[in-house]
């Protein structure tokens, strides 16, 4: 049997490091680990909570990776639906 790995990460857009201040940088290395996660066979998908940074989540995750939420209250709602589309 075949199973698909997945990584669902919760954020909000911005990416962060203890030790690095460069917004640019910390999203190319998001980008890159998230490309090295695909390469070793895991999906990355992201949910985007009360984000402004779409143009940062679709530069780490690609334009079909993610969607936004307005609020984190919506996740109980919204994750089922998400399950469902990432699973087929």
Request: glycine share 4%.
């Amino acid at each position: 049997t075949n199973y698909r790995k997945l990584l669902l990460i919760i954020s909000d857009g911005e990416p962060s490091d203890i030790d690095v201040d460069d917004s640019e940088y910390l999203v190319e290395d998001a980008k890159y680990a998230v490309k090295r996660l695909a390469y070793n066979g895991i999906d990355v998908f992201c949910v985007g909570v009360e984000s402004e940074s779409n143009k940062n989540l679709s530069r780490i995750f690609g334009n079909k990776n993610y969607v936004i939420i307005k609020s984190a209250s919506e996740l109980p709602k919204k994750l089922p639906l998400i399950y469902l589309t990432l699973s087929k």
